[in-house]
């Protein structure tokens, strides 16, 4: 049996990861820049993370959601207090786009409504639902259709107002920064027009925190930089630093019943070990803040060129957009200099590195993008 071919891959063949370093089946050593679109929030290999794992798995490792399992409590008060949502509630599932679809089900089931509305270059996952809230031609489907979604342009309340005035809408969903789409940022100001619209209009506002959350921001949540509370938050990527997990977060006016949400794997043991012990590693290594200050870092390090268009993003969130396709860029980056990197479209690098990136690693990169934008 062969493997179905839809991914592109480089020839590098990870074998061993420790922090932001990886060494591939040759003993050749990268820096890591990418940490697996975003999922390496603590750094590869962590040594308390993985005391963590391998202790719960001595023990037991998964059982189904139909018996207490007290770890998903500890991690429901844990992220609770350590996000400052200590009043919402915790609905755990298997990944960013479970999160996003459990989402919108959720915001639909509260206003008995069933539109949604998202933004232009938007991204929220690869299941048939989450593609239906993603503005992205080259991944729709005839069956893409779990949702009628319209499509607003990012920082035009204008727009979202128009759309919500017809009564219809559920939900508005929106990334605390747009990943995939560019490493675009909604502003403070829309996203306190769009939480007071969504409240006097009667939708949830969605806070597709998946890739911009868990500190990499330099805030635990990107939308905490505006001040907002969204309805509903989810969550993935780095929620456990590479094991399949992810959730939701719901304000206190949503009301559970059972059987309203569902999930096999969510909340599983293994799971609620790795994500507690990111949340202890978190705050005991101070990795929100580092973000945030090694983040700036790299911003004002990156070389002036007639080649960079633009330098955007927060914390360990970042894009460096080009005025020309970056394939080879990042192809040298990668096979001459050893350095990880991954790209939105055709025209930007983009970095997210685990959240424990050093200064020195991040003088690494910026004397090394400044060598390959010299050469090339």
Same mark, same amino acid.
């Given at each position: 049996?062969?493997l179905? %071919?839809?991914?592109?891959?480089f020839?590098?063949?990870?074998?061993e990861?420790?922090?932001?370093?990886v060494?591939?089946d040759?003993?050749?050593?990268?820096?890591?820049?990418?940490?697996?679109?975003?999922?390496?929030?603590i750094?590869h290999?962590?040594?308390?993370y993985?005391?963590?794992?391998t202790?719960?798995l001595?023990?037991?490792? &998964?059982?189904?959601?139909?018996?207490i399992?007290?770890l998903?409590?500890?991690l429901?008060?844990? =992220?609770?207090?350590t996000?400052?949502?200590e009043?919402?509630s915790?609905?755990?599932?298997?990944?960013?786009?479970?999160?996003?679809?459990?989402a919108?089900?959720?915001?639909?089931?509260?206003t008995?409504?069933?539109?949604?509305i998202?933004?232009r270059?938007?991204?929220?996952?690869?299941?048939?639902g989450?593609?239906?809230?993603?503005d992205?031609?080259?991944?729709?489907?005839p069956f893409?259709s779990?949702?009628?979604?319209? &499509?607003?342009?990012?920082n035009?309340?204008?727009q979202?107002?128009?759309?919500?005035?017809k009564g219809?809408?559920?939900?508005?969903?929106?990334?605390g920064?747009?990943g995939?789409?560019?490493i675009?940022l909604?502003?403070?100001?829309?996203?306190k027009?769009?939480?007071?619209l969504?409240?006097?209009?009667?939708?949830?506002l969605i806070?597709?925190?998946?890739?911009?959350?868990?500190?990499?921001?330099?805030?635990?949540?990107?939308?905490?930089?505006?001040?907002?509370?969204?309805?509903?938050?989810?969550?993935?990527?780095?929620i456990?630093n590479?094991?399949?997990c992810?959730?939701?977060?719901?304000?206190?006016?949503?009301?559970a019943?059972k059987?309203? =949400?569902?999930?096999? &794997?969510g909340?599983?043991? =293994?799971?609620m070990a790795?994500a507690l012990?990111?949340?202890?590693?978190?705050?005991?290594e101070?990795?929100?803040e580092n973000?945030?200050?090694?983040?700036?870092?790299?911003?004002?390090?990156?070389?002036?060129?007639?080649?960079?268009?633009?330098v955007r993003g927060?914390g360990?969130?970042l894009?460096i957009?080009?005025?020309?396709?970056?394939?080879p860029l990042?192809?040298?980056?990668?096979f001459?200099?050893?350095?990880f990197?991954?790209?939105?479209?055709k025209n930007m690098?983009?970095? =997210?590195a685990?959240?424990c990136?050093?200064?020195a690693?991040a %003088?690494e990169?910026?004397?090394?993008l400044t060598e390959?934008?010299?050469?090339?």
């Open positions: 049996m062969n179905f %071919d839809v991914y592109s891959l020839d590098v063949t990870p074998v990861a420790k922090g932001c370093r060494w591939d040759k003993g050749q050593e990268y820096l890591d820049l990418y940490g697996g679109h975003a999922v390496i929030s750094g290999s962590h040594p308390d993985i005391k963590a794992i202790s719960q001595s023990k037991i490792g &998964f059982y189904s959601n139909s018996v399992n007290p998903q409590e500890q429901a008060v844990k =992220l609770g207090k996000c400052g949502y009043d919402y915790l609905f755990l599932d298997n990944s960013g786009a479970e999160s996003n679809e459990n919108v089900k959720l915001a639909s089931f509260h008995c409504r069933d539109r949604v998202a933004f270059k938007s991204f929220h996952g690869r299941t048939s989450a593609v239906s809230l993603t992205n031609p080259g991944i729709v489907s893409n779990h949702h009628k979604v319209s &499509f607003c342009e990012l035009n309340a204008g979202v107002e128009y759309e919500l005035k219809d809408v559920a939900a508005v969903i929106i990334e920064i747009q995939c789409g560019g675009n909604p502003s403070d100001v829309f996203l027009e769009l939480e007071s969504c409240h006097l209009y009667g939708a949830v806070l597709d925190e998946v890739q911009s959350g868990y500190g990499r921001t330099g805030k635990f949540f990107a939308h905490q930089w505006a001040g907002i509370r969204p309805g509903i938050i989810t969550l993935g990527k780095g456990a590479g094991f399949p992810g959730g939701i977060l719901i304000a206190p006016e949503f009301k019943s059987g309203m =949400l569902g999930t096999t &794997f909340g599983n043991y =293994l799971a790795a012990s990111v949340l202890e590693v978190m705050e005991k101070n990795l929100v973000a945030g200050e090694i983040g700036e870092y790299i911003k004002a390090g990156i070389p002036s060129s007639p080649r960079i268009k633009d927060k360990l969130m894009g957009e080009f005025n020309e396709e970056v394939a990042r192809k040298a980056l990668l001459d200099k050893h350095i990197t991954g790209v939105a479209g690098i983009r970095l =997210l685990p959240l990136l050093s200064k690693e %003088d990169f910026i004397k090394a390959v934008i010299q050469d090339k």
